[in-house]
């Protein structure tokens, strides 16, 4: 695929897909071929390309004699971070944040236990890190350099872990912190409370202090769900 080719995919999925997640085409929509070129102005290989993304999110299946027919959400990978994403761009954005931060406070809390167990020194040393930098950037209004920290201070709790399955979870928990961040579902700045917190955290799994660190976890998820009741209710 040339470059050309490559942009028009990537533009025609960044229609196709929020508007697909926002029920625009409702399940059961038939998205004929013919109809996408002449409304994209696109060719039948630009589509059948970004056909095919769509199908590994399962958001569409491709029936011969029928067109390309919209699944229903119970069915899409509700887990690709372009699917999440794309819902959060959407009007159902704070049922989303809900849905993805009790996920988020089921997972990390034992996540950061097990961490406090099984951490190598590197993992802690970049826990404190990313603590540091969070404290550094919350104030000012900084949310862009703080929500770097904050991705990167959740994927080493998950990966510190020593469970893949945790890991895996890394680019959810990044997509959550970013549509926060980009969907201005924040405060201007951080609650400090949080911030000490992830500082707390990162001390605890260097201690191997496991019951502390799942608890000042669990705390940082009952904190991120109260905001939303306040930002996003």
Same mark, same amino acid.
């Given at each position: 695929?040339?470059?050309?080719? @490559?942009? +028009? ?26 109809? %996408? ?16 993304? /769509? ?8 029936? $011969?004699?029928?067109? !390309?027919? !919209? $699944? ?19 009007? #159902?954005?704070?049922?989303? +944040? ?15 236990? /097990?961490?406090? $167990?099984?951490?190598?020194? &590197? ?15 919350? =104030?000012?209004?900084? /949310? #862009?350099?703080? %929500?770097?920290? #904050?991705?990167?201070?959740? *994927?080493?709790? +998950? ?8 890991? =895996? ?10 549509? *926060?961040?980009?969907? =201005?579902?924040?405060? &201007?700045?951080? #609650?400090?409370?949080? !911030?000490? +917190? ?7 799994? $260097?201690?191997?202090?496991?019951? @502390? ?5 669990? &705390?940082?998820?009952?904190?991120? %769900?109260?905001? %939303? ?5």
């Amino acid at each position: 695929m040339t470059n050309q080719a @490559r942009g +028009l995919h990537a533009q025609l999925l960044e229609s196709l897909g929020p508007a697909i997640t926002a029920g625009e085409y409702p399940p059961g929509s038939v998205l004929r071929t013919d109809e %996408l070129a002449q409304r994209f102005d696109v060719s039948r290989t630009v589509i059948r390309e970004a056909v095919r993304v /769509l199908e590994s999110m399962h958001l569409v299946e491709s029936r $011969r004699r029928v067109g !390309v027919t !919209v $699944r229903p959400a119970e069915e899409w990978n509700v887990y690709d971070p372009q699917v999440i994403r794309w819902r959060l761009a959407g009007a #159902d954005r704070p049922r989303q +944040l809900r849905s993805l931060t009790v996920l988020r406070s089921a997972v990390e809390p034992v996540a950061a236990g /097990l961490a406090a $167990r099984f951490a190598t020194p &590197e993992q802690c040393a970049a826990l404190t890190e990313e603590a540091l930098g969070m404290v550094a950037t919350s =104030r000012g209004r900084q /949310l #862009d350099a703080y %929500l770097v920290h #904050d991705i990167a201070f959740h *994927r080493v709790v +998950l990966r510190a872990s020593g469970n893949e399955m945790f890991a =895996r979870l890394g680019d959810v928990v990044a997509e959550v912190l970013s549509g *926060r961040t980009r969907h =201005r579902v924040m405060f &201007e700045d951080p #609650d400090p409370a949080a !911030v000490t +917190l992830h500082v707390q955290v990162a001390e605890a799994v $260097r201690e191997g202090d496991a019951d @502390r660190a799942e608890r000042l976890t669990r &705390e940082i998820a009952v904190g991120a %769900l109260q905001e %939303l009741d306040v930002l996003a209710p």
